[in-house]
């Protein structure tokens, strides 16, 4: 089973249960291309990715960027 720990899709206090363990743990990361971009509007591929403090997401939508 895995999980994405980015605490948008799964709970702040899940992922800490994680983050935590001390054996058999493998964490992977989901970044996309935009990560350390400066919050605002950018261009991913096709895409047009409204970057803010939290997160990347699809322009004019909820829709996270990245897939």
Do not use: W
Not at 1 to 14: E, K, N, P, Q, R
Not at 16 to 40: E, K, M, Q, R
Not at 46 to 52: D, K, S
Request: net charge negative; hydrophobic share 40%.
């Amino acid at each position: 089973m895995g999980f994405v720990l980015d605490y948008l899709t799964i709970s702040d206090s899940l992922c800490n249960t994680f983050s935590y363990s001390s054996t058999g743990l493998v964490l992977v990361t989901d970044a996309i291309a935009a990560l350390g971009l400066p919050p605002g509007l950018h261009k991913l591929g096709p895409m047009q990715v409204e970057i803010n403090q939290e997160k990347a997401t699809l322009l004019g939508t909820n829709t996270l960027a990245g897939r």
